[in-house]
């Protein structure tokens, strides 16, 4: 999405921080011996490395003008524009669509239709983002009702929000379903048990 790449970098994976260095840098008319944003290549790594859609891969040989690390957390603060009529809750549970991942997340204050406020978001699942001022790719997200499929607000990430944990602390809504996600047996089950999970949350 931005920066320059060749052969032999080192790139890290996030947000699993895996490592490898490019061996190869593969188009339709051959290997290029640098690439640049915005191109459409592939990359050839040395090591076999499980990078999942909506990865982000972070090279450790940029330019000190050129180098600066995203942030890898759950929690962000962000400017968010509400384009639904009915307003943003926050105890219902929305889909955060940010780049090509989805994942689960709250939001911390309500918001009217076409009100536009600061808010916090705490999603299931660590997202790898930069501030949108940095990386409008990165820093921009789409908040989706899941009861409607609408998308009911849109993004700009400020600031990275990082939590220290407590045993004290009660998990959010967010987190309870994916716990019970997690503890279903086949996909099918974690689908039909979130279902009713989320029907119980919205009603």
Partial sequence: ???????????????????????????????????????????????????SRGDVLVADSQPAA??????VEKKFEAEVVWMDERPLDPA????????TRV????????LILNQIGTVTITATRPLVFDRYTDNRT?????????????TAGAGMITAAVHEH???AARPSAAERLA?????AATDAEAVEAVRLALE???K
């Fill in 1 to 51: 999405m931005s920066g320059i790449i060749r052969p032999g970098d080192t790139v890290t994976t996030l947000p699993s921080g895996r490592s490898s260095k490019v061996k190869r840098i593969a188009t339709w008319d051959g290997d290029l011996e640098m690439a640049h944003a915005p191109m459409s290549v592939t990359l050839t790594l040395e090591d076999e490395i499980d990078i």
């Fill in 66 to 71: 050129l180098s600066y690390q995203p942030s």
């Fill in 92 to 99: 219902r549970v929305y889909l955060l669509k940010q780049g």
């Fill in 103 to 110: 994942v689960s997340a709250e939001v911390n204050r309500g």
């Fill in 138 to 150: 990165t820093g921009s997200f789409i908040l989706i009702d899941p009861a409607t499929n609408f």
């Fill in 165 to 167: 944990a407590t045993a």
């Fill in 179 to 183: 716990r019970i996600a997690r503890g």
């Fill in 200 to 202: 119980d949350i919205l």
